[in-house]
């Protein structure tokens, strides 16, 4: 199953597409000096970073495995600016912060101030 931008919605695809992004294009071992990863990824870092009317199932599986590859691709996570979230159902009761821009080191020596 895909999300609607064609990102994986379950936990083993997620984190096959998480891999595919380290490895292609040469990112495994060989790293570009400064790189950028930006979309809908389609999980969150956190609990709080989902927020629903019901009871959720426990997202620790989800969590870990996307902490796991932002920590081996030795990524930085750049933090929102103007709110909490970055996806909501259209009744706004539904949302959370599934959308994110995950920066190299060195992509922030360059932009420090990138946000």
């Known amino acids: 199953m895909e999300g609607q ?3 994986p919605c379950h936990n083993r ?4 597409f998480w891999v595919s992004i380290r490895e ?3 990112l495994g071992s060989q790293l570009p000096k400064a790189w950028c990863v930006v979309g809908d990824f389609n999980s969150i ?5 989902r927020k629903t ?3 959720v ?15 081996k691709t030795e990524l930085i996570d750049i ?7 970055t996806w909501y159902k259209p009744n706004g009761l539904v ?14 020596e360059a932009w420090p101030h990138c946000k």
Do not use: H, Q
């Open 5 to 7: 931008d064609g990102s």
């Open 53 to 55: 009317l019901v009871s």
């Open 13 to 16: 695809e997620c984190l096959f």
């Open 79 to 85: 933090p929102l600016t103007s709110r909490k979230f």
């Open 57 to 71: 199932s426990d997202y620790s599986k989800e969590i870990d495995g996307f902490n796991a590859f932002i920590e």
């Open 95 to 108: 949302k959370s912060r599934i959308n994110r821009v995950l920066v190299s080191k060195e992509w922030v």
């Open 45 to 49: 870092r956190i609990r709080e970073g």
């Open 24 to 26: 292609e294009g040469g």
